[in-house]
């Protein structure tokens, strides 16, 4: 069912370039082909909200959505305020140039850094795979740069429920080599919709806090 209604605000590399910072907002980052622009469209159940692709690298800037309750069900799940979604390009894979990928990383350093409004970092990692350097890296920067953030680990419906908690354990103990703590995790698809109320309920949580 959808709940939501989402509109697209703008697309940007640089601060100026974004929407202004009033609401609470969310990004999500992740390897080229994770599966991140599926999950998007998953969370706010619509499908083309964020374009999907088989070709890695396909979003270059911040894109930017404005996310609201279109049903008394979303506001009864304390989603009934309005909330921004920040799409970042994937790391990893993607067939660009040096200087493009220094670019990337100048635009996503400074939103992840000075953004602000932003309240979360979903970091999507594939759950088939194991534990991978730049996902780690990523995960490492995030901590040691204060950014909050949580592991949402995505196309959970690729393996079987064994497999599934054998890999997570697996990028536990990886991540337990230099984390006292651990982030909290989610174990999402975006074809059966798992883990969708779970990271729902999570930013209602965190809107509920909101002094903006």
């Not at 709940?3 to 907002?25: D, I, T, V």
């Amino acid at each position: 069912m959808q709940n939501f209604r989402a509109e697209h605000l703008g697309s940007g590399r640089k601060a100026e370039h974004w929407p202004k910072p009033s609401l609470p907002e969310y990004a999500f980052i992740g390897r080229s082909n994770v599966g991140k622009s599926s999950l998007v469209n998953m969370l706010v159940g619509i499908n083309k909200l964020a374009r999907v692709s088989n070709t890695p690298g396909r979003t270059r800037n911040v894109e930017h959505f404005k996310v609201e309750p279109a049903t008394s069900r979303a506001a009864e799940k304390g989603l009934g305020m309005a909330w921004m979604l920040a799409d970042l390009p994937g790391y990893g894979f993607a067939k660009v140039s040096r200087d493009e990928r220094a670019a990337w990383k100048t635009m996503i350093d400074t939103y992840l850094l000075e953004r602000e409004n932003l309240q979360c970092v979903f970091v999507l990692v594939d759950v088939r795979l194991e534990p991978q350097k730049n996902d780690l890296e990523m995960i490492q920067w995030l901590g040691e740069h204060q950014v909050p953030f949580v592991i949402a680990f995505t196309k959970s419906d690729k393996l079987s429920q064994p497999q599934v908690v054998s890999n997570v354990a697996l990028f536990k103990r990886v991540l337990k080599k230099t984390w006292q703590t651990l982030p909290t995790l989610f174990i999402t698809s975006s074809e059966t919709r798992k883990g969708r109320e779970e990271l729902l309920e999570y930013i209602a949580n965190i809107n509920a806090g909101w002094r903006g």
